[in-house]
């Protein structure tokens, strides 16, 4: 199957624009890129192409957000929700929000925690064609220690050896990716955000088990002291990393690793507030956190450390399919429209390991596409506008347009 766009603007995910240019689909690549006018009968009727013109739109790469939970609901106390219903239940929600997180133009995600490795299923009926979501990476069960952040739904561990056989269990279970609550967080009931909680000789020995099985890791962070623990044990990514200084933000840049701020969780939490039902100790921790949160992560983007999108989607009112929004807040805090993409694009992509296959609009690479109308450089809200999407694609299959927007 081909397919061929012309007469749109092309932004490219690492930092290119092109006004006028064509692409061409074969199958689910991308096969050939160009600018100005097409050849029409070469890309018409010798190619066998259907031929779109697609003047006023703009493609870019389908989006990628590195921190969701699919299995948690966006309800005001999501975590305690989830652990009240059965598996069966929690599955087919799930199922919902990975459809709708599709629909919204998000291709690929990389789930940061689930109970009862829901995440792995989800990832493997998508994969076998048994559901429509995101391509994804899954992180299983996070890892943390006893009555710690996540407890509920996390894998606990107390010590270096428990922790490594923790890891091994995620490994057993399918993950690629290792997640580990590096301190408390805002969404455990009577929990302190922001204190250490996995020790670093915990961290060290959960991050190098996890490295010799080949898998990648992460750490849930919201204080100094906890991205201190994680990045000097060998973290991969930062998540939230709240309360950046200098010398921290120095040490990520030398290592190399990635910060996903994840805007969009506190921001909810904070402008719904108890009068939406979310309970008043998450919406004074998250208030605690949040000046210090944004500050650290301007400096570290000013200081050109790594920044991929993510956005905790399912915490309380950050909604599946609203994923998008965490690019607005970004430009809110000092990124431009053109960095806020290339974080959910091609940043996104070399965090997940998939640079070579996602990410860009470049010949050979898959069929992942996001076509709006209007121009996001602009207007980085359009990408927030279900009547503006005219088209998702994923592997070069077409899973939303106008005439089947999800709600």
């Given at each position: 199957?081909?397919?061929?766009?012309?007469?749109?603007?092309?932004?490219?995910?690492?930092?290119?624009?092109?006004?006028?240019?064509?692409?061409?689909?074969?199958?689910?690549?991308?096969?050939?890129?160009?600018?100005?006018?097409?050849?029409?009968?070469?890309?018409?009727?010798?190619?066998?192409?259907?031929?779109?013109?697609?003047?006023?739109?703009?493609?870019?790469?389908?989006?990628?957000?590195?921190?969701?939970?699919?299995?948690?609901?966006?309800?005001?106390?999501?975590?305690?929700?989830?652990?009240?219903?059965?598996?069966?239940?929690?599955?087919?929600?799930?199922?919902?929000?990975?459809?709708?997180?599709l629909g919204a133009g998000i291709t690929t995600v990389r789930d940061a925690g689930s109970k009862d490795f829901i995440d792995i299923h989800m990832r493997d009926a998508v994969e076998a064609g048994i559901a429509d979501g995101p391509r994804m990476a899954c992180s299983g069960q996070m890892i943390c220690i006893t009555g710690g952040h996540g407890h509920q739904m996390g894998c606990v561990a107390d010590g270096p050896d428990e922790v490594r056989q923790a890891v091994r269990k995620q490994m057993a279970a399918g993950v690629s990716w290792i997640k580990f609550m590096a301190t408390g967080g805002v969404l455990t009931r009577g929990g302190k955000a922001g204190v250490p909680q996995l020790n670093p000789d915990e961290l060290k020995a959960g991050i190098e088990e996890a490295h010799k099985l080949g898998l990648k890791t992460c750490a849930h962070s919201q204080s100094l002291e906890g991205t201190r623990n994680a990045v000097?044990?060998?973290?991969?990514?930062?998540?939230?990393?709240?309360?950046?200084?200098?010398?921290?933000?120095?040490?990520?840049?030398?290592?190399?690793?990635?910060?996903?701020?994840?805007?969009?969780?506190?921001?909810?939490?904070?402008?719904?507030?108890?009068?939406?039902?979310?309970?008043?100790?998450?919406?004074?921790?998250?208030?605690?956190?949040?000046?210090?949160?944004?500050?650290?992560?301007?400096?570290?983007?000013?200081?050109?450390?790594?920044?991929?999108?993510?956005?905790?989607?399912?915490t309380p009112f950050n909604r599946h399919g609203e994923n998008a929004f965490e690019l607005v807040y970004l430009v809110g805090n000092g990124f431009s429209p053109q960095d806020a993409i290339i974080c959910s694009t091609s940043g996104a992509a070399e965090l997940l390991g998939m640079a070579d296959t996602i990410g860009t609009i470049a010949a050979g690479r898959r069929a992942d596409l996001m076509i709006v109308d209007g121009n996001p450089l602009e207007d980085i809200s359009l990408l927030t506008d279900k009547k503006r999407i005219w088209g998702v694609y994923k592997d070069g299959r077409k899973v939303n347009g106008p005439a089947q927007v999800f709600h």
């Amino acid at each position: 199957m081909k397919t061929f766009f012309k007469s749109l603007r092309i932004i490219d995910g690492a930092g290119g624009v092109i006004e006028k240019g064509w692409l061409l689909i074969e199958d689910n690549q991308i096969s050939e890129v160009g600018e100005g006018e097409p050849d029409l009968k070469y890309m018409g009727s010798e190619q066998g192409a259907d031929i779109t013109d697609l003047e006023g739109k703009t493609i870019l790469p389908g989006l990628i957000d590195c921190h969701v939970h699919l299995s948690l609901d966006g309800s005001p106390d999501p975590m305690t929700g989830l652990t009240a219903v059965p598996v069966a239940a929690a599955t087919l929600k799930t199922a919902a929000n990975a459809r709708l997180t599709l629909g919204a133009g998000i291709t690929t995600v990389r789930d940061a925690g689930s109970k009862d490795f829901i995440d792995i299923h989800m990832r493997d009926a998508v994969e076998a064609g048994i559901a429509d979501g995101p391509r994804m990476a899954c992180s299983g069960q996070m890892i943390c220690i006893t009555g710690g952040h996540g407890h509920q739904m996390g894998c606990v561990a107390d010590g270096p050896d428990e922790v490594r056989q923790a890891v091994r269990k995620q490994m057993a279970a399918g993950v690629s990716w290792i997640k580990f609550m590096a301190t408390g967080g805002v969404l455990t009931r009577g929990g302190k955000a922001g204190v250490p909680q996995l020790n670093p000789d915990e961290l060290k020995a959960g991050i190098e088990e996890a490295h010799k099985l080949g898998l990648k890791t992460c750490a849930h962070s919201q204080s100094l002291e906890g991205t201190r623990n994680a990045v000097f044990a060998g973290i991969d990514s930062v998540e939230h990393g709240v309360s950046l200084d200098d010398a921290i933000i120095e040490e990520i840049i030398k290592r190399g690793t990635f910060l996903v701020p994840t805007f969009s969780a506190p921001f909810n939490i904070m402008t719904k507030g108890v009068g939406f039902g979310i309970p008043a100790e998450f919406v004074e921790k998250t208030k605690r956190l949040a000046e210090d949160h944004v500050a650290g992560i301007s400096r570290a983007r000013d200081a050109g450390a790594k920044i991929a999108m993510g956005t905790d989607a399912g915490t309380p009112f950050n909604r599946h399919g609203e994923n998008a929004f965490e690019l607005v807040y970004l430009v809110g805090n000092g990124f431009s429209p053109q960095d806020a993409i290339i974080c959910s694009t091609s940043g996104a992509a070399e965090l997940l390991g998939m640079a070579d296959t996602i990410g860009t609009i470049a010949a050979g690479r898959r069929a992942d596409l996001m076509i709006v109308d209007g121009n996001p450089l602009e207007d980085i809200s359009l990408l927030t506008d279900k009547k503006r999407i005219w088209g998702v694609y994923k592997d070069g299959r077409k899973v939303n347009g106008p005439a089947q927007v999800f709600h």
